[in-house]
């Protein structure tokens, strides 16, 4: 599952296909080798191999093929992999403004962001999870994870994105304020 990347909810949106990768070959070795095709003719003629990185889906849901080669052997399995575009969302979220540390005034300061969560998470089911990205494109793709001690980057008013998954199903993206 996978979040709607733009304001208009139409099903279509960009995955990071190798976020499967670890469910995909499980019971393999971590070694090996994993390719992904939109269908069946590509994947067996190793063509029009996908961007696992960014794919845009063509139809939701979509099933695409992955092929697991071992490097050592040569052998390998083919999987399906079903993409499918989120529709919930949640809120953007506007952080309490926090004073500039006294002598700096460069408008920068550390924000504890799982202090954030419990507001963020009110009224939503129970047991997501949540993290935060320093643009849209990274939380979109689950890339570049910010910590939870971060410091803003944009003098007095940043704007990050909070990533909500329901086991590893792209609950919601949206923006949180940052004030300094």
């Known amino acids: 599952f996978q979040c709607d990347d733009d ?55 979509q099933t695409v093929i992955a092929i697991v080669t071992n490097p050592i052997t040569g052998c390998f399995e083919t999987a399906e992999l079903t993409l499918e575009v989120s529709t919930t969302s949640i809120n953007n979220y506007i952080a309490p403004p926090v004073c500039d540390e006294v002598g700096s005034e460069d408008g920068l300061n550390a924000f504890d962001l799982s202090e954030f969560s419990t507001t963020i998470l009110n009224g939503l089911p129970s047991n997501l999870d949540i993290n935060y990205y320093d643009n849209y494109n990274d939380a979109l793709l689950e890339q570049n994870p910010l910590p939870n001690n971060y410091n803003n980057t944009t003098p007095y008013n940043q704007i990050i994105y909070v990533r909500v998954e329901d086991d590893n199903a792209c609950y919601g993206i949206n923006e949180v304020a940052l004030s300094i």
């Open 7 to 61: 304001d208009l909810i139409d099903g279509f949106t960009i995955f990071n296909l190798d976020e499967a990768i670890t469910d995909i070959t499980d019971a393999f070795s971590s070694n090996n080798q994993v390719d992904f095709y939109e269908n069946y003719t590509d994947a067996t003629s190793q063509t029009n191999e996908l961007n696992s990185l960014a794919y845009s889906n063509i139809s939701n849901p």
